[in-house]
């Protein structure tokens, strides 16, 4: 299973982007899928994650600004940033999982300017 994450880029404080994560596979709806992030110096952190049946869940940095949501027919994750903040700024990486196995995408950058 490959996993390619793509949308990043850089906006300003108060703006959006939305990042996408193309599964090689329909994979979707049988694993717990995710979006991580991680900042310069700082430890990887679980950004958002929607369960098999649907039910998302976020961190609290993000409540209320990311939503978290998949197409299963285009095998396809996303996550739509809103009310961006400086704080933000990381590599964000999508994330398979299910009971044998843990997928990585490569990452694509988010860099959010003051």
């Known amino acids: 299973v490959q996993l390619q994450a793509s949308g990043g880029g850089l906006v300003q404080s108060g703006g959006s982007l939305r990042l996408s994560c193309a599964a090689s596979?329909?994979?979707?709806?049988?694993?717990?899928m995710a979006w991580y992030r991680q900042a310069p110096g700082k430890q990887r952190e679980l950004v958002a994650r929607i369960w098999r049946g649907g039910t998302t869940n976020s961190a609290d940095a993000v409540k209320g600004r990311f939503t978290i949501s998949r197409d299963n027919a285009k095998n396809t994750l996303y996550l739509q940033m809103n009310s961006l903040k400086p704080e933000d700024t990381a590599v964000y990486y999508c994330?398979?999982?299910?009971?044998?196995?843990?997928?990585w995408g490569q990452g694509t950058l988010v860099t959010v300017s003051s």
């Open positions: 596979k329909n994979i979707l709806s049988n694993n717990i």
């Open positions: 994330n398979a999982l299910n009971d044998r196995e843990n997928y």
